[in-house]
């Protein structure tokens, strides 16, 4: 596919529509002399974003483009949240927005603006683990440790969903975590435990 | 990925309006197909409308059927009350698609317009008639065993991927519609397209229009069954499947309504079988006799002529478990 | 240098050592480390097979918002490790054969990294990379491993094995000859490969995702003409790699020449589908076997022959056939193995490297002939027992095979397997019971470990590997603490950084017994230390001899009964510490003993009678491992052999379209790694029989035998559940409908 005359296409119409339109409104100040066109670009390319992670308020000015995902991990330090594929195919970037479990390799940052985000940092209390991190741990619910806060962020939602009642259940409900090093049948088990225990997750 | 526009939008008819203004705009709601088809370079929209704050999250239901709205989550819908009790083929349909995170973010109305998962169109390396027209077929004479086996064309042979939408092909759903024009219904048989001589559109909807809805009628079906068989247990694309709803009365068939996915460019409907099966009583040669008919005029290439006889299979058991 | 600081990760009971980093998401991975200046970079790779780049235009690109530099071969540094060396002035030199990244404009396969865009955000390198265009000049590229495996031309024989006749299985009472493939199977660990590399005042930094990181550091210092001491390899956690972290990529190489052409630190990430076409692979194989017998069961003959693919720039050889020469007791066997070039990147070790694929089909051929000669396949087995090595006659250290099938086949539940195939029925579906036998070879490799006592009590061992995930940590702290008698949350185990003592690269299966024997070392070194220490400084230890004084749970007590805590002696001395390092060599008797490890894996499974789907209900192995040294990460490593055996058997098949030489399924939604539901319940059994022949620590290795030999079990009670026999993996549900 040619994408030549598109992407510049693409670059002249953000700096005409958006952009230039933008100016006229926006406060001269922020528009110095001297900036190319690549700052004024940029400085419009991004958006505002309000969010909460892990109980702490972000104000923040992102790229659309950017993902929950990348967000987290390369913009806010918060890399607990893996990236296993990039494409919503493996789990690993698994983290819940307003208490659901997602993706957020496939969740663009803004679409969280105003919501409620929670990562693998977010779990324990101080010292205290979360009973699903305790759980991963007496059964051994990983090898490498690589897929494993999405493991973990899945089944808290497997079981808050009402998907945790019989082992096979969980099978079929965590089978968008996958783990390469086949820690499956030790991650049921902690699944179980917990579900058994009987704690509001 | 190149940079977007993004705008948030908070009732359909800005939403239709915004999108008018620009053809080179599109909706996002879950984003779970979008995004991936943008982080591959399969598309780039230059402006990105966020729908997620319309209010189109309802599940209603009255004496004609049930609504669903476009931004309910798969999830959502699947475990809903009104859909369980009047609709459990859809709920069983919408769990055998992709994974429980993907559910919740993904919307039906997202559903519905999923692309298809082609690795010739997903790979903006090969030719696709689909991606870009006149490029060319990579699947006719590549690798082809997730590929169609009905309604195909000399330009493509891409099969859709969703598993809700042979669901609701075989209950008989309306696609609702909010357009310039205002709204309008399109039966789900007519919304998805074969692909013909214009691959590169999947389905009717018209640019600048908007599902809102889908709805499905009230009907008289007392035994469904979705079966979906595929290459592993769970989180993989079908390579058959087979939606079916029966009304049977006294072991006796009064009506039957069947839908194939992973077979076609779109949820593929077996109307003679549906017709065959009228009146028939429930016996495992009358199922061997309706695959049998479901199956004729499939047309095969190099890698998916397991297909005939996994279709085949799968309408028997399909049957045998709705009617068991 | 920023690290993991792991130092809170004291960990109770038989829990793995580093698992509270890994639930809380502490655990930082390669590509987490962020050091100050950070620039990102990604991958243009090729869109052909083979040929030649004729032009990049860099320009837009280059223009696109962020971006630094774009390197490829018209500005590539020159790289000096890439010239040919100098075989006068050294003799033992080896030319590097691997990928010589932005060398030169030659394309060797489809999706060889030709550039890379540093930008200085990761957005904006991906986006920036989406703009290079290339225009080639194509050559006819054949990566078509079907269409070639018999092609003389191009084929490249390895050395031929004959014991006594070459084809005696054909004048067996009962024989066979069947022909098994396998096709390309992909690593794929979670954790996709990356690397950040910094040079800064004539040293250079890297965090690399490695097995080996002592490995990466020799390669980095002799490529880029380095002083090993001034490289320094982090690799803390690895988010597993099964074969595909045992050498460097091109994109190691790329991300030196990034930081030092810019002067920058630069993280150079891969995507999934870059984990398809840079960092190998199991090759695809094609496989014959002709196999006879008496009608009594003694195998006559066996003669094995395979192919294997390999690069057209490198040759990639793994012992596939060589299985067949002495897994079990046969008078005639023959085997051969060639290689096949192929315009696709080189293939590499994964997980059960040979074995894996070899016993794939002498299993399955020997549970062809059980039904043939209507002997149960474990009977069968049992009758050919290699009572010592086929091939050299020697006895082997220690070989608890036996003890394996008799432990497996209670757990499953043997008695109840049909002898006729397709005959018994469970809720409608199809029951299947499989068995076959994984050997892998088992040694000691040379370790260093260095130790520090401290006269708080605390152990502090050190080591440069790194672990992937078998637990190696949890399993050197275990041998810590037993060898000091000190609790598990006293001693600690560092690892992946080359600042400490020489370690292995882990792979083989040899982490435990190469790196446990240095720590035995190590320990047995700081006891003589205390020893020596008290004799010097003790009034009761006065004059004692080293030998005659014992040390018991952390206390050193003489013959006369005088005892002394180590920590008291320490603090006694005003010694803060002991400190010592230590080696351990490598095996060196094996002109007199055979070394294996040897396990049996056992499958229940359903099979759809209408759809073909199987559902696998149950799975036990039992493995001959030697000591268990850590029960809890050893159940878990033998697990996850067999959920890589169940993709190898059912779902895992990387897929070229030959007219483009480009996979076309790379990416987990079409390449299908076992999901959840796809894994039955499983039990593991050891017959924990410890081989101090092989090393003080008792351990033989596990990582893979865990998976050699589970594909076939499969397969083996897909055929006893259905009467079908399916010898080209994986099973797919349309082979069995």
Same mark, same amino acid.
């Given at each position: 596919?040619?994408?030549?005359?598109?992407? $510049?296409?693409?670059?002249?119409?953000?700096?005409?529509?958006?952009?230039?339109?933008?100016?006229?409104?926006?406060?001269?100040?922020?528009?110095?002399?001297?900036?190319?066109? $690549? @700052?004024?670009?940029?400085?419009?390319?991004?958006?505002?974003?309000?969010?909460?992670?892990?109980?702490?308020?972000?104000?923040?000015?992102?790229?659309?483009?950017?993902?929950?995902?990348?967000?987290?991990?390369?913009?806010?330090?918060?890399?607990?949240?893996?990236?296993?594929?990039?494409?919503?195919?493996?789990?690993?970037?698994?983290?819940?927005?307003?208490?659901?479990?997602?993706?957020?390799?496939?969740?663009?940052?803004?679409?969280?603006?105003?919501?409620?985000?929670?990562?693998?940092?977010?779990?324990?209390?101080?010292?205290?683990?979360?009973?699903?991190?305790?759980?991963?741990?007496?059964?051994?619910?990983?090898?490498?440790?690589?897929?494993?806060?999405?493991?973990?962020?899945?089944?808290?939602?497997?079981?808050?969903?009402?998907?945790?009642?019989?082992? $096979?259940?969980?099978?079929?409900?965590?089978?968008?975590?996958?783990?390469?090093?086949?820690?499956?049948?030790?991650?049921?088990?902690?699944?179980?435990?917990? @579900?058994?225990?009987?704690?509001?997750? | 990925?190149?940079?977007?526009?993004?705008?948030?939008?908070?009732?359909?008819?800005?939403?239709?309006?915004?999108?008018?203004?620009?053809?080179?705009?599109?909706?996002?709601?879950?984003?779970?197909?979008?995004? !991936?088809?943008?982080?591959?370079?399969?598309?780039?929209?230059?402006?990105?409308?966020?729908?997620?704050?319309?209010?189109?999250? !309802?599940?209603?239901?009255?004496?004609?059927?049930?609504?669903?709205?476009?931004?309910?989550?798969?999830?959502?819908?699947?475990?809903?009350?009104?859909?369980?009790?009047?609709?459990?083929?859809?709920?069983?349909?919408?769990?055998?698609?992709?994974?429980?995170?993907?559910?919740?973010?993904?919307?039906?109305?997202?559903?519905?317009?999923?692309?298809?998962?082609?690795?010739?169109?997903? !790979?903006?390396?090969?030719?696709?008639?689909?991606?870009?027209?006149?490029?060319?077929?990579?699947?006719?004479?590549?690798?082809?065993?997730?590929?169609?086996?009905?309604?195909?064309?000399?330009?493509?042979?891409?099969?859709?991927?969703?598993?809700?939408?042979?669901?609701?092909?075989?209950?008989?759903?309306?696609?609702?519609?909010?357009?310039?024009?205002?709204?309008?219904?399109?039966?789900?048989?007519?919304?998805?397209?074969?692909?013909?001589?214009?691959?590169?559109? !999947?389905?009717?909807?018209?640019?600048?229009?908007?599902?809102?809805?889908?709805?499905?009628?009230?009907?008289?079906?007392?035994?469904?069954?979705?079966?979906?068989?595929?290459?592993?247990?769970?989180?993989?694309?079908?390579?058959?499947?087979?939606?079916?709803?029966?009304?049977?009365?006294?072991?006796?068939?009064?009506?039957?309504?069947?839908?194939?996915?992973?077979?076609?460019?779109?949820?593929?409907?077996?109307?003679?079988?549906?017709?065959?099966?009228?009146?028939?009583?429930?016996?495992?040669?009358?199922?061997?006799?309706?695959?049998?008919?479901?199956?004729?005029?499939?047309?095969?290439?190099?890698?998916?002529?397991?297909?005939?006889?996994?279709?085949?299979?799968?309408?028997?058991?399909?049957?045998?478990?709705?009617?068991? | 240098?920023?690290?993991?600081?792991?130092?809170?990760?004291?960990?109770?009971?038989?829990?793995?050592?580093?698992?509270?980093?890994?639930?809380?998401?502490?655990?930082?991975?390669?590509?987490?480390?962020?050091?100050?200046?950070?620039?990102?970079?990604?991958?243009?790779?090729?869109?052909?097979?083979?040929?030649?780049?004729?032009?990049?235009?860099?320009?837009?690109?280059?223009?696109?918002?962020?971006?630094?530099?774009?390197?490829?071969?018209?500005?590539?540094?020159?790289?000096?490790?890439?010239?040919?060396?100098?075989?006068?002035?050294? %003799?033992?030199?080896?030319?590097?054969?691997?990928?010589?990244?932005?060398?030169?404009?030659?394309?060797?396969?489809?999706?060889?990294?030709?550039?890379?865009?540093?930008?200085?955000?990761?957005?904006?390198?991906?986006?920036?990379?989406?703009?290079?265009?290339?225009?080639?000049?194509?050559?006819?590229?054949?990566?078509?491993?079907?269409?070639?495996?018999?092609?003389? /031309?191009?084929?490249?024989?390895?050395?031929?094995?004959?014991?006594?006749?070459?084809?005696?299985?054909?004048?067996?009472?009962?024989?066979?000859?069947?022909?098994?493939?396998?096709?390309?199977?992909?690593?794929?660990?979670?954790?996709?490969?990356?690397?950040?590399?910094?040079?800064?005042?004539?040293?250079?930094?890297?965090?690399?995702?490695?097995?080996?990181?002592?490995?990466?550091?020799?390669?980095?210092?002799?490529?880029?003409?380095?002083?090993?001491?001034?490289?320094?390899?982090?690799?803390?956690?690895?988010?597993?790699?099964?074969?595909?972290?045992?050498?460097?990529?091109?994109?190691?190489?790329?991300?030196?020449?990034?930081?030092?052409?810019?002067?920058?630190?630069?993280?150079?990430?891969?995507?999934?589908?870059?984990?398809?076409?840079?960092?190998?692979?199991?090759?695809?194989?094609?496989?014959?076997?002709?196999?006879?017998?008496?009608?009594?069961?003694?195998?006559?003959?066996?003669?094995?022959?395979?192919?294997?693919?390999?690069?057209?720039?490198?040759?990639?050889?793994?012992?596939?056939?060589?299985?067949?020469?002495?897994?079990?007791?046969?008078?005639?066997?023959?085997?051969?193995?060639?290689?096949?070039?192929?315009?696709?990147?080189?293939?590499?070790?994964?997980?059960?490297?040979?074995?894996?694929?070899?016993?794939?089909?002498?299993?399955?051929?020997?549970?062809?002939?059980?039904?043939?000669?209507?002997?149960?396949?474990?009977?069968?087995?049992?009758?050919?027992?290699?009572?010592?090595?086929?091939?050299?006659?020697?006895?082997?250290?220690? /070989?608890?095979?036996?003890?394996?099938?008799?432990?497996?086949?209670?757990?499953?539940?043997?008695?109840?397997?049909?002898?006729?195939?397709?005959?018994?029925?469970?809720?409608?579906?199809?029951?299947?019971?499989?068995?076959?036998?994984?050997?892998?070879?088992?040694?000691?490799?040379?370790?260093?470990?260095?130790?520090?006592?401290?006269?708080?009590?605390?152990?502090?061992?050190?080591?440069?590997?790194?672990?992937?995930?078998?637990?190696?940590?949890?399993?050197?702290?275990?041998?810590?603490?037993?060898?000091?008698?000190?609790?598990?949350?006293?001693?600690?185990?560092?690892?992946?950084?080359?600042?400490?003592?020489?370690?292995?690269?882990?792979?083989?299966?040899?982490?435990?017994?190469?790196?446990?024997?240095?720590?035995?070392?190590?320990?047995?070194?700081?006891?003589?230390?205390?020893?020596?220490?008290?004799?010097?400084?003790?009034?009761?230890?006065?004059?004692?001899?080293?030998?005659?004084?014992?040390?018991?749970?952390?206390?050193?007590?003489?013959?006369?009964?005088?005892?002394?805590?180590?920590?008291?002696?320490?603090?006694?001395?005003?010694?803060?510490?002991?400190?010592?390092?230590?080696?351990?060599?490598?095996?060196?008797?094996?002109?007199?003993?055979?070394?294996?490890?040897?396990?049996?894996?056992?499958?229940?499974?359903?099979?759809? %009678?209408?759809?073909?789907?199987? /559902?696998? /209900?149950?799975?036990?192995?039992?493995?001959?491992?030697?000591?268990?040294?850590?029960?809890?990460?050893?159940?878990?490593?033998?697990?996850?052999?067999?959920?890589?055996?169940?993709?190898?058997?059912?779902?895992?098949?990387?897929?070229?379209?030959?007219?483009?030489?480009?996979?076309?399924?790379?990416?987990?939604?079409?390449?299908?790694?076992?999901?959840?539901?796809?894994?039955? %319940?499983?039990?593991?059994?050891?017959?924990?029989?410890?081989?101090? &022949?092989?090393?003080?620590?008792?351990?033989?290795? &596990?990582?893979?035998?865990?998976?050699?030999?589970?594909?076939?079990?499969?397969?083996?009670?897909?055929?006893?559940?259905?009467?079908?026999?399916?010898?080209?993996?994986?099973?797919?549900?349309?082979?069995?409908?």
């Amino acid at each position: 596919m040619d994408t030549t005359n598109k992407n $510049e296409g693409r670059r002249d119409f953000l700096k005409k529509s958006t952009a230039l339109a933008a100016l006229t409104i926006a406060s001269p100040a922020l528009i110095k002399a001297g900036d190319n066109d $690549e @700052k004024i670009a940029a400085y419009f390319e991004k958006v505002p974003l309000e969010l909460e992670i892990n109980g702490q308020a972000y104000k923040l000015s992102v790229e659309p483009r950017v993902t929950l995902l990348d967000l987290l991990r390369e913009q806010l330090g918060l890399t607990g949240t893996k990236k296993g594929c990039d494409h919503g195919q493996c789990g690993c970037c698994t983290v819940h927005v307003d208490g659901k479990r997602i993706n957020s390799c496939l969740s663009l940052a803004v679409m969280s603006h105003g919501k409620k985000v929670t990562t693998i940092e977010g779990l324990a209390k101080g010292e205290e683990l979360h009973p699903m991190q305790e759980a991963f741990m007496k059964h051994d619910g990983f090898q490498c440790g690589y897929c494993t806060p999405g493991q973990i962020m899945s089944a808290i939602g497997c079981i808050r969903e009402g998907h945790a009642n019989t082992a $096979e259940d969980v099978r079929e409900y965590m089978s968008g975590n996958i783990c390469r090093c086949g820690a499956y049948p030790n991650i049921v088990d902690a699944i179980m435990e917990v @579900k058994k225990g009987g704690k509001q997750l | 990925m190149i940079n977007f526009e993004y705008t948030r939008v908070n009732s359909a008819k800005a939403a239709v309006a915004a999108k008018s203004k620009n053809v080179a705009a599109q909706f996002i709601a879950g984003g779970t197909n979008l995004v !991936d088809l943008m982080k591959k370079g399969v598309t780039a929209p230059q402006r990105l409308i966020d729908i997620n704050a319309l209010p189109l999250k !309802d599940i209603s239901s009255d004496a004609k059927g049930l609504s669903i709205g476009t931004l309910v989550p798969n999830s959502v819908a699947a475990e809903n009350k009104l859909v369980l009790e009047k609709y459990p083929l859809l709920a069983m349909a919408l769990n055998a698609g992709a994974s429980a995170q993907l559910r919740n973010m993904a919307t039906v109305g997202g559903n519905i317009m999923q692309r298809t998962r082609c690795p010739y169109f997903y !790979d903006i390396t090969m030719p696709c008639n689909k991606r870009i027209p006149q490029s060319g077929c990579g699947a006719m004479e590549g690798y082809n065993r997730m590929h169609a086996i009905f309604g195909a064309s000399d330009k493509c042979i891409a099969v859709h991927p969703s598993d809700m939408c042979v669901a609701l092909a075989a209950l008989n759903a309306t696609v609702v519609i909010s357009g310039t024009k205002g709204e309008k219904k399109i039966p789900f048989a007519n919304f998805h397209r074969l692909p013909g001589d214009t691959p590169e559109l !999947d389905n009717n909807l018209q640019t600048g229009e908007l599902i809102t809805a889908v709805h499905i009628p009230a009907n008289r079906f007392n035994r469904s069954y979705y079966l979906k068989v595929r290459d592993r247990l769970s989180y993989a694309f079908a390579l058959v499947s087979v939606a079916v709803a029966l009304e049977v009365t006294d072991g006796s068939i009064r009506s039957a309504s069947i839908a194939m996915g992973g077979v076609a460019h779109k949820p593929w409907r077996l109307t003679e079988v549906e017709k065959y099966l009228i009146g028939k009583s429930i016996t495992a040669n009358v199922f061997k006799e309706a695959a049998e008919i479901g199956m004729k005029n499939a047309k095969t290439y190099q890698h998916n002529q397991f297909k005939v006889k996994m279709g085949k299979s799968a309408i028997v058991e399909a049957l045998t478990k709705a009617t068991s | 240098m920023d690290k993991n600081n792991l130092s809170e990760t004291f960990f109770a009971d038989d829990d793995r050592v580093d698992g509270l980093a890994k639930v809380t998401g502490k655990a930082k991975f390669t590509a987490e480390f962020k050091p100050a200046g950070l620039t990102h970079a990604v991958f243009v790779c090729s869109t052909i097979a083979k040929g030649a780049i004729k032009h990049m235009n860099i320009y837009e690109a280059k223009n696109a918002p962020g971006v630094i530099d774009i390197i490829y071969y018209l500005n590539c540094p020159a790289v000096p490790g890439y010239k040919p060396v100098d075989r006068i002035a050294n %003799p033992n030199a080896r030319d590097f054969t691997g990928l010589k990244v932005f060398h030169n404009n030659m394309v060797v396969s489809n999706g060889q990294p030709i550039a890379l865009v540093i930008a200085d955000t990761y957005e904006r390198a991906v986006h920036a990379a989406s703009l290079v265009k290339v225009e080639y000049i194509k050559e006819k590229s054949e990566t078509d491993f079907d269409k070639n495996k018999f092609n003389d /031309k191009l084929l490249k024989p390895r050395p031929e094995y004959v014991r006594n006749q070459k084809d005696a299985w054909k004048n067996a009472e009962v024989f066979l000859e069947e022909e098994y493939t396998m096709p390309v199977e992909t690593h794929n660990p979670m954790e996709m490969h990356a690397t950040i590399a910094v040079w800064e005042g004539g040293k250079l930094t890297v965090y690399d995702k490695s097995q080996g990181p002592k490995n990466v550091q020799g390669e980095l210092g002799r490529i880029f003409a380095i002083d090993e001491k001034n490289v320094q390899v982090i690799t803390e956690f690895v988010g597993g790699a099964f074969g595909s972290s045992l050498r460097s990529w091109p994109h190691v190489h790329a991300a030196v020449i990034a930081t030092k052409k810019l002067n920058r630190p630069v993280k150079v990430t891969l995507n999934r589908e870059q984990m398809f076409t840079m960092v190998g692979y199991r090759p695809q194989c094609w496989q014959k076997i002709g196999i006879g017998a008496s009608k009594d069961g003694k195998l006559t003959g066996i003669a094995h022959h395979a192919v294997s693919n390999t690069s057209s720039y490198e040759d990639f050889t793994e012992g596939i056939s060589s299985v067949s020469q002495y897994l079990y007791d046969c008078p005639n066997v023959f085997t051969t193995y060639k290689i096949l070039p192929l315009d696709i990147n080189t293939p590499t070790w994964m997980r059960g490297p040979g074995p894996g694929t070899g016993c794939f089909a002498l299993e399955s051929a020997l549970d062809e002939l059980s039904y043939k000669l209507n002997i149960d396949p474990i009977e069968l087995r049992l009758i050919n027992n290699a009572e010592v090595h086929p091939q050299s006659k020697l006895p082997w250290t220690t /070989k608890f095979l036996k003890e394996c099938y008799a432990l497996g086949k209670e757990k499953i539940g043997w008695h109840k397997r049909p002898t006729t195939p397709g005959s018994l029925k469970e809720d409608g579906m199809l029951v299947g019971y499989g068995m076959a036998v994984g050997v892998f070879g088992a040694g000691r490799n040379p370790a260093t470990a260095k130790g520090i006592l401290k006269n708080d009590g605390t152990l502090l061992l050190q080591s440069a590997v790194s672990d992937m995930g078998p637990g190696t940590s949890t399993a050197m702290v275990k041998i810590g603490s037993e060898q000091m008698g000190l609790e598990e949350k006293k001693v600690r185990f560092e690892l992946g950084d080359t600042d400490f003592p020489t370690g292995p690269t882990q792979g083989g299966s040899g982490s435990a017994t190469a790196v446990g024997s240095a720590v035995i070392a190590v320990c047995d070194a700081i006891k003589l230390s205390l020893k020596e220490i008290a004799i010097e400084s003790i009034a009761g230890f006065k004059n004692v001899k080293p030998e005659n004084i014992k040390y018991e749970a952390g206390k050193l007590i003489a013959a006369n009964n005088v005892s002394i805590h180590f920590m008291d002696l320490l603090k006694e001395t005003g010694k803060p510490e002991v400190q010592v390092s230590k080696s351990s060599s490598s095996f060196a008797q094996r002109d007199k003993y055979a070394t294996n490890s040897f396990s049996v894996h056992f499958v229940k499974l359903h099979v759809h %009678p209408v759809t073909g789907v199987i /559902k696998l /209900k149950h799975m036990v192995s039992a493995a001959d491992a030697g000591k268990i040294i850590s029960e809890k990460t050893a159940r878990s490593q033998m697990v996850g052999g067999a959920v890589g055996g169940i993709g190898m058997a059912m779902t895992e098949e990387s897929l070229i379209d030959h007219r483009y030489g480009r996979y076309i399924n790379s990416n987990f939604v079409d390449y299908h790694v076992p999901v959840h539901a796809d894994v039955p %319940p499983m039990d593991i059994v050891f017959p924990n029989q410890p081989d101090y &022949i092989i090393s003080p620590t008792g351990a033989k290795g &596990i990582g893979e035998i865990a998976l050699v030999g589970v594909a076939p079990a499969i397969l083996n009670a897909v055929y006893n559940a259905t009467g079908k026999r399916v010898r080209d993996l994986p099973v797919t549900p349309d082979k069995l409908i």
